[in-house]
């Protein structure tokens, strides 16, 4: 359960992000997060519900991307998609892989609410 | 509503402060390993057979992380090495800060060689990293020869592969080859040792390896 401490991590990030901008509430909060990355979907939204409370993100919505697994063999120069993880290639059999996507744990983008008019 | 783009990863002040404990560590030319795996699979019992074949040689540090209790530094002490506890609270891994705290309280100058032992659990600790030259994972054989590929990070993050307990080959369902086969197709660098912290079988390699690796990390 180390997804309390990466959501801690992220609310910092956000808070800074909307701060440079001038502050304004966090509407959208957009994760990118890899199949490989060990991190658990619903555990993030538990805990950005927690931790989001008395922040700028207090009445924003967490979305979470998938980033699927993409590995690429240098052998044959193919990309795959394995259902499971490994370093070996499926079609020449090589091990000169590389990940390519699929250990992300980003915060992509996030959507600030516009300033209302001064009114004085 | 407006849209800024970030980028930022997670883990990225994680990997700033690894980064410190690497320049540290370096600083003071110590060679550090990060010890990963289960619980129960043998890491204090590694530390504890295999330290006071080494400490002739090098002055060796332990951080010990669990999540609550002393008793693994509490073992490890009894061999005369510096340890220090680190005791994470309910978090399932150590993290690059943790280390930096534990890095100021130790005297680095004293030195040789910094064995970290993570908390046991086999997915958290391979995602942080904590800026040492090597990552060591440890599976028993009593775990079941299916876990690299449940949890093909931690095979794939590691430079060696110890198996444990191996004097109980005879008595457990364990297919060895099927193991190591499957954590090389993970990671085909993957070095691998077999080991019995019991008997003492193999524990020579583990130190032939260690001190293969710190001359090549340290010249």
Known sequence: MHEVSLMQNLMNVVASAAEEQGGGKVMTVHLRIGRMAGVNADSLRFAFDILSKGTVAEEGKLEIETVPLVIHCRGCSEDFNPEQFSLTCPSCGGKDMMIVTGREMEVDYILLEDEKSETG | ?219
């Open chain 2, 1 to 219: 509503m407006h849209q800024i783009n970030i980028g930022e990863d997670l883990r990225g002040k994680n990997r700033e402060i690894a980064e410190e404990n690497r320049e540290m560590l370096k600083k003071h030319g110590i060679f550090s390993l990060n010890l990963m795996s289960a619980p129960g699979a043998g890491k204090t019992s590694l530390l504890v057979k295999s330290l006071p074949m080494i400490t002739d040689r090098y002055r060796i540090g332990v951080i010990e992380g669990d999540i609550q209790t002393t008793r693994d530094a509490e073992r490890v002490k009894k061999t005369g090495v510096e340890v220090y506890q680190i005791q994470t609270g309910g978090v399932c891994h150590l993290d690059a800060a943790m280390i930096h705290s534990a890095l100021h309280s130790l005297d680095l100058d004293a030195l040789d060689i910094l064995f970290i032992e993570n908390v046991g659990n086999l997915v958290c600790p391979a995602e942080f990293e904590l800026g040492v030259d090597g990552r060591v994972m440890l599976m028993s054989i009593t775990e079941g020869d299916d876990k690299p590929k449940k949890y093909p990070l931690m095979f794939s993050e590691s430079r060696l592969l110890v198996f444990n307990k191996i004097d109980l080959l005879e008595h457990v369902d364990f297919d060895l080859q099927k193991a190591k086969a499957e954590a090389a197709e993970i990671n085909p660098e993957i070095e691998i040792i077999d080991l019995s912290c019991r008997t003492g079988e193999g524990l020579e390699n583990w130190i032939s390896w260690i001190e293969g690796f710190y001359k090549s990390c340290r010249g």
